[in-house]
Structure formats: C-alpha cells, structure tokens
C-alpha cells in the first residue's frame, strides 16, 4: 500500500513537472520570439516644439517590436534631420511621416506656418509695444492701433484687430528656451487674414501699433 502512494506522489509530480517546464518553455519560445523581431525606428530624445527644426542631436534609434510597428514610422535618422516637427512631441516619442513637415531650407520657414487664406505681415514694434520683447512665436495677440497727434486734439487709440497669432519675433520662428541666447527685436510678424492686410500695413505706416499679449489658455473668438 505505501508503495503505491509511493508511486502515485511520484507520478503526480512528475506531471506537475513536466506541465511547469512546457509553461515555462511556452513563455520563453514567447519572449524570444518577441526579441528576435524587434525593430529600429526613430524617436526624438526630448520633448520638441511644434515647427522646431530637428537635428541629429535630438533624435535616437530605439528598438520596437515589429509586430504593430506603425506603417508610418520612421526607420532612418537621415529621413528627420533637417526636417520641421509638425506639431508637438514628447520625450521618447516615435516619428512618424506625419509628424514631419517642411525642409531644410530656412527662407521657406514661415511661409510654411502662414495658414490657408491668411497671409504672414511684419510691423514694427519697439520694447514697450512688444510687451517689453516678452512676446514669443505662435502667442496670440491683439493688435492697438494708435494715430499719430497731430496736435489736432485727444488722440484715441482702437482695437484693430483681436487674437492674432504670432509667426516670428525679429528672424526668430520658434519659441525660445532656456539654450536660446537673448536678442531684442524691433519687429514682429503676425499672421492676419488677408482681407487685413492692407489695414495692418497702413496703420503701421499712419501712427503706432501695439499689441497686447493673450493668455494661451483663452481660446478664439474669447474677449
């Protein structure tokens, strides 16, 4: 009798045994699969501003599983650099076609930015009416424009135009971070539909600009 249950121990863990060595060999045939079909692709290093420039520096060749890879993403640094970042990445984020935008050269910068129906306008400004050269790229501003005094009586200034967006600061056409050496500016390039144009320009000409800096949070068409 005890040699039986002996036996039928015995037997029973030798079937526990064999089912946790397939287990286990189930999950490491798995992973190695997984491993063995790993891919390169490119993914930026930290977070980039949308129309940022991307350079070798800021970009990374990390390993994905193939299975699910992206049909877009991006498999070559040389396909990226130079490129413009269409909009907003975060740190270790993969790039995909989509997310790449313009060229190398930098003259085609902000007519790549001027949206469909607007057209991009340059005014004059000096540090007070530049928000003390605080503005920076893609802010939203008001527009003021005040006549010249031509000693004919009170001088009133108006609101000429509201939430206009922000192309370039001086040649600036990205924000600037904490790398970006400081430059006063004495003009600002706005982005302004092109029914206004002709109104921005005169009023540069016929008395003083001066904008008036929005919040980012305020969404269009809020006072």
Known sequence: MRSKLIMAAALVMGLCTTFLFFNYMKKFDTAAAVQASMVEVVAVKAAVKKNQVLDASQLELVQVPELGLHPQAVRMLAEAEGKLAGGELAAGEVLLAHHLTGGRVE???????????????????????SVSNLI????????VFTPAD?????????TLLENVRVLAVGRRMVEADKDTPYAEYSAVTLEVKAADTVKLVQADELGTVSLVLRGRAVQAGSP
């Open 107 to 129: 003259s085609l910068f902000v007519s790549r930015k001027v949206q469909e129906g607007f057209r991009g306008v340059s005014v004059g400004v000096n540090f007070v009416q």
């Open 136 to 143: 920076e790229p893609e802010d939203m501003v008001d527009v």
């Open 150 to 158: 031509k000693g004919t009586g009170p001088v009133a200034s108006i």
